[in-house]
């Protein structure tokens, strides 16, 4: 049976991880405002990274394997690529000039973080990937609810975005203690400052909403649906109106 981790203990799995990592000759230099992934990976954990198209649809953005074995790529018209046990594939897509970096810097961390638990618990991660020799990352996982990606985006999230970290930016952009509603139409000095956070840190803007979230320094997340306000404000409205017009024909009965 695999060995349960649970968030604190994968919290501090990622303080180990990150104490290693300020060590690094090239991090105690310029200072520790975020985390490389590139350097995560190839310096601290020793991996290779290279880059190819996963899948027809693009929508693989990343493999690795513990073991030597080759593989061939769904569109390489036979071009196979051989793991030999401790390389990262990503999505060439995804270090493009208009691709999302912070898709592609959880991508690597991710791949990374299967790495780390593999490294940790040997014979425990296996009774995770026992069907699967081939760890295949997929654009929107986090709707997977396998225990093994569960265990890893959250770890990645941690590395990634730790709390003194996200603070840390907070303070610098002026976002004070907490966002209350993250709005780029009606809330634009926030969400400017929200904006320029997720560049100093390297990740999405939903990833960082989600952190924020759970460590209680955002409140309303309205990314998706920047009009939510407007529609409070019309459903409020109606309702003024329709206790108005009540009021009204009470009166008239008088």
Known sequence: MARYLSREMLGQIAERVLCAYKKLPEVQERGFYSVDTSLLVK???????????LSKDRLTLGMTCFEE?????????????FFDGKTVLIEEDLR?????????????????????????????????????RILSFRQNRFSDCSLEEWKVNTLT????MPE??????????????RIEILNALYRAKEYEGFCMLCKLLGVSKQA????????????????????????????????????????????SEL
């Open 69 to 81: 074995i080759g593989i061939e790529l769904s569109e390489s018209e036979g071009e196979w690529f």
């Open 43 to 53: 310096e601290l954990l020793r991996l290779n990274v290279e880059y190819r198209h």
């Open 164 to 177: 003194a970290l996200v603070r840390h930016g907070m303070f610098l952009f002026g976002l004070d203690d």
């Open 208 to 251: 960082l909403a989600i952190r924020m979230q759970q460590l209680g320094l955002l409140g309303e997340n309205q990314l998706e649906n920047p009009y939510a306000l407007v529609y409070v404000e019309m459903e409020d409205d109606e309702f003024d109106v329709q206790n108005g017009n009540k009021s009204i024909e009470k009166m």
């Open 96 to 132: 493009a000039p208009s691709a999302c970096v912070g898709r592609h810097n959880f991508t690597l961390a991710h791949e990374g973080c299967h790495h780390i638990l593999k490294m940790l618990y040997p014979n425990d991660y296996k009774a995770d990937t026992h069907a699967r």
């Open 157 to 160: 999230s941690l590395i990634l």
